[in-house]
């Protein structure tokens, strides 16, 4: 760990479109942050708070309703995937009321490829950035979590999409020196964008959707897609390590508004009791003078635990109906947010070494300030010619350096000048022939 930042929790803001929206939502641009301010009229006052007319909201940025998907990974999800390629942990978590826009900010919508979300277009970006910089080394793995009713279940737990939540595997929490690790999540490595985004639509595939009366298809539980990746320099022995969570989490209801039951009923008091815990972590945060967290208190914020005031770089994004009969809940998804951008963490620059890297480019250094040695102190006796094996032996190490790869770190030194001269003859040798070789081929292809 080289390096480490301190730095507060960054709050953008995505307005949710409507036939009729909300007149009293205006956004005022600023040099550093945009403002939401919200007019309560006379007609909505009695369902909010009497006393206040006007609410303002501070956040890095206001997507007004009429942004597009590609403007929202640009502002907000790009630079957090840019500090995971450097080697820190990135969050993106979306907040809101049920039917505000998250899923379809973070997954995408079907009706278009421009629709795509964070997830697929993060993806993408990641294995183009891969492409575009070969002096790098890179390995991505994926894992797929849902939190459903507080049990964590795999979503990638099976190859293809499955029946029922419960054939599922269960995740079971562990911790180990204030680490949190979920056990029995599968991690799947992926070489390319397609393999990812398939792994992606496994997963959402399985996860739990239902019909509410403020949503057609709510998801009924919180999921985290998370992008493990690693890169060091070609032929290096340091590994850089970034975790990338993108979260979609369930969306608060308001029970006596809805009118559910059963189920949904029951669905609903689990979400909003995680999103209370998940409430209680942020104000607890701000608090300077506290000292215990209760991370524990849920498996959600047991599972953010680093990206809620520990080791990451993390971004929200609060989604917001433009409907007038949404405006409370949207003034309390505005509380929210504020509190959140008072969260600092304390993001650390993750590098480790690869032991077995390292003790091969060592040998390898000691090796030859040996021969360095050997041929500055001038002990061969030059009149000695080379045994047989020992040409051998030159020709070999000629022969592994030239067939070594670019990711393969090979050393060709000699202590003794007869061997330069050795190695020396037999590149010569090579070139020659291969010239030789080049020359006929081309005389073949002009007489053809």
């Known amino acids: 760990l080289l390096f480490s930042t301190s730095m507060s929790i960054s709050v953008f803001c995505r307005l949710k479109p409507h036939e009729r929206p909300f007149e009293g939502i205006e956004i005022d641009h600023e040099d550093d942050c945009d403002i939401l301010r919200i007019h309560i009229t006379k007609e909505h006052q009695d369902t909010i708070d009497h006393t206040r007319q006007d609410f303002k909201f501070k956040f890095t940025k206001v997507f007004s309703t009429e942004a597009q998907q590609a403007d929202v990974f640009n502002h907000l999800a790009k630079p957090v995937a840019d500090n995971v390629l450097e080697g820190y942990n990135g969050t993106v978590f979306a907040y809101g009321?049920?039917?505000?826009?998250?899923?379809?900010?973070?997954?995408?919508?079907?009706?278009?490829?421009?629709?795509?979300?964070?997830?697929?277009?993060?993806?993408?970006?990641?294995?183009?950035?891969?492409?575009?910089?070969?002096?790098?080394?890179?390995?991505?793995?994926?894992?797929?979590?849902?939190?459903?009713?507080?049990?964590?279940?795999?979503?990638?737990?099976?190859?293809?999409?499955?029946?029922?939540?419960?054939?599922?595997?269960?995740?079971?929490?562990?911790?180990?020196?204030?680490?949190?690790?979920?056990?029995?999540?599968?991690?799947?490595?992926?070489?390319?964008?397609?393999?990812?985004?398939?792994?992606?639509?496994?997963?959402?595939?399985?996860?739990?959707?239902?019909?509410?009366?403020?949503?057609?298809?709510?998801?009924?539980?919180?999921?985290?897609?998370?992008?493990?990746?690693?890169?060091?320099?070609?032929?290096?022995?340091?590994?850089?390590?970034?975790?990338?969570?993108?979260?979609?989490?369930?969306?608060?209801?308001?029970?006596?508004?809805?009118?559910?039951?059963?189920?949904?009923?029951?669905?609903?008091?689990?979400?909003?009791?995680?999103?209370?815990?998940?409430?209680?972590?942020?104000?607890?945060?701000?608090?300077?003078?506290?000292?215990?967290?209760?991370?524990?208190?849920?498996?959600?914020?047991?599972?953010?635990?680093?990206?809620?005031?520990g080791n990451c770089k993390t971004t929200m994004i609060a989604t917001m109906s433009s409907e007038g009969r949404n405006v409370a809940e949207s003034i309390s998804t505005g509380r929210f947010s504020q509190r959140v951008a008072l969260v600092k963490n304390d993001a650390r620059l993750n590098e480790e070494l690869d032991p077995k890297l390292e003790i091969k480019r060592l040998k390898d250094e000691v090796k030859t300030l040996k021969a360095e040695i050997a041929l500055l102190q001038g002990d061969v006796d030059m009149s000695i010619a080379l045994t047989e094996e020992e040409r051998r032996e030159v020709r070999k190490r000629v022969d592994e350096f030239i067939g070594a790869s670019e990711k393969e770190c090979v050393a060709l030194t000699f202590g003794d000048m007869r061997k330069i001269q050795c190695a020396n003859t037999y590149f010569k040798e090579i070139i020659t022939s291969t010239v030789k070789s080049e020359t006929i081929d081309n005389n073949n292809n002009n007489s053809n």
């Open 97 to 309: 009321q049920t039917g505000s826009g998250k899923t379809f900010s973070i997954t995408g919508g079907a009706e278009s490829y421009e629709q795509r979300g964070i997830i697929p277009r993060t993806l993408e970006y990641l294995f183009e950035y891969f492409q575009e910089h070969s002096d790098r080394e890179y390995t991505a793995h994926v894992s797929y979590l849902e939190i459903y009713n507080e049990t964590g279940f795999d979503l990638l737990g099976h190859e293809d999409s499955v029946n029922k939540l419960e054939d599922l595997p269960k995740i079971k929490l562990m911790e180990h020196d204030n680490e949190v690790f979920l056990n029995n999540l599968s991690m799947h490595a992926v070489e390319t964008s397609e393999q990812a985004l398939n792994a992606l639509f496994i997963g959402d595939t399985n996860r739990m959707i239902a019909e509410t009366p403020m949503n057609m298809a709510s998801t009924r539980s919180h999921c985290i897609f998370t992008i493990h990746v690693k890169s060091r320099q070609i032929g290096g022995s340091v590994w850089r390590k970034g975790k990338l969570h993108l979260v979609d989490l369930a969306g608060s209801e308001r029970i006596k508004k809805t009118n559910v039951e059963g189920i949904l009923l029951k669905e609903a008091k689990y979400i909003n009791l995680s999103l209370h815990f998940l409430e209680q972590v942020i104000v607890s945060l701000g608090e300077k003078s506290r000292k215990h967290i209760p991370y524990r208190n849920s498996t959600l914020t047991s599972v953010l635990r680093d990206s809620l005031g």
